[in-house]
């Protein structure tokens, strides 16, 4: 009898990934602009060449910053799409009702591409406009949602869906939990069934 290979060993993180970690641990609770290079390079325990090397500038690992907050978004969708597959309602609820409970937990600091578009007003700044380019995913994703769901105007109804998020990425911070922000939910089963009908 043949034995199994033995598993491999995991794979060490590279600068890069310290980097991208360190960056997400920092730009996330003190902003973008807040922190310098110095203190992303020393969290992460590797020089400063290693930044250059791997972005080229703290803007490109900005970028890779909010590319990766993105990633954490379509996680959760693919949670939601799993627990709820065919379910379009079902879905979007999922989303508003965890969304409700993260942006009403005591560390929440908001949306990091909501912050990023308010750090960088200069519509031309790159990291702006990554920030602006997902956004724009988010509200693609909402509009094929409402077409599902046979919305009366789909558009509007992600529209409606995204003021709502923004709203509690904002409300989140500026209330003591629970604060409105728990509300999201519920308020999201409004637009919906007044769109929709109800479920």
Known sequence: MR????PRPPRRPTAADRLR????DLFYRQGIRAVG???IVRNAGVTKPSLYRAFASKDGLATAFLADY????WDRIALVRAEHPDDARAQLLAYFDGLAERSAAADYRGCAL????????????????????LKHQVRDWLVDRARQMRATNPERLADGLILLMEGASVVGQAFPPP????QVGACARLLIDAQCGPG
């Open 114 to 133: 909501t912050n990023a578009i308010l750090e960088y007003p200069d519509r031309a700044h790159p990291v702006r406009q990554e920030a602006a380019r």
């Open 37 to 39: 290079v110095e203190e």
């Open 3 to 6: 034995s199994s290979p033995a």
């Open 70 to 73: 993105q990633q954490c978004f």
């Open 21 to 24: 970690q360190s960056a997400r």
């Open 179 to 182: 604060g409105p922000a728990a």
